[in-house]
């Protein structure tokens, strides 16, 4: 809901780098996870990372944390037109193991 | 690793009604979790199981949605008296951990129309 929020759409060019940010409110969120969902289907994990983690790397994908402004951003390398897709933030509550998450950044990439 | 399964896949039932949805976690996996999504939303967290403890439950939960482990294997959330605003993708979720952070597997969801 309102605690996690993304640009519902972006549109990249096939080939191009697609940077997906996300700003999130509860500054006790230890662990924080991308998920990829394709029309009809369920959330595909992409990677998570720990609040004490500046950075991390997984092939074509980079996470980048500012815990000071709770802000995070997945930057997909060489997009190719199968990462067109929602793509969720998905902090976890700093009290619970809810994952909260936003409404979703709609990503198109076209030829 | 088969992933997560649940079952049924889509289910269009008349208001009023009752339904069960299943989720059969990955094996072994001790973390098992409801989430539900509408059109345009993200999920919305239900329900959080250990083992066969019912550790979390949100206030989304109302006294018509129950949800159950008795083995600590699979799961069930049923839903009775089906109103239209039921209308949802369910998902289910499960992980293995003893620690907070984990890694979140989650099934390919359950579709209920409500008529």
């Known amino acids: 809901g309102e605690d996690v929020e993304q640009s519902l759409f972006l549109s990249v060019r096939e080939g191009d780098s697609s940077v997906i940010n996300c700003t999130y409110t509860?500054?006790?969120?230890?662990?924080l996870y991308w998920y990829k969902q394709e029309p009809g289907a369920g959330l595909q994990l992409l990677t998570y990372t720990f609040s004490n983690m500046d950075m991390k790397q997984d092939q074509r994908l980079t996470v980048l944390l500012n815990k000071k402004d709770k802000h995070l951003s997945l930057r997909i390398a060489d997009t190719q037109t199968g990462d067109s897709a929602i793509y969720f933030c998905?902090?976890?509550?700093?009290?619970?193991?809810?994952?909260?998450f936003g409404k979703g950044t709609s990503l198109l990439v076209t030829p | 690793d088969t992933g997560v399964s649940q079952n049924p896949r889509h289910k269009i039932t008349k208001r009023g009604q009752n339904v069960t949805f299943r989720c059969d976690p990955i094996?072994?996996?001790?973390?098992l979790y409801w989430y539900r999504q509408t059109l345009g939303q993200g999920p919305e967290f239900l329900t959080y199981f250990q083992n066969e403890a019912q550790l979390e439950k949100s206030r989304l939960l109302s006294d018509r949605f129950s949800a159950e482990r008795p083995k600590g294997s699979f799961s069930t959330l049923e839903i009775q008296r089906t109103e239209q605003g039921d209308s949802a993708m369910y998902l289910c979720?499960?992980?293995?951990?003893?620690?907070?952070?984990?890694?979140?597997?989650f099934g390919e969801g359950s579709w209920l129309t409500v008529v």
């Open positions: 094996s072994e996996h001790n973390r």
């Open positions: 998905a902090p976890r509550a700093g009290s619970g193991y809810a994952l909260n």
């Open positions: 509860d500054s006790s969120s230890t662990y």
């Open positions: 979720a499960s992980s293995w951990s003893t620690e907070p952070g984990d890694t979140i597997y």
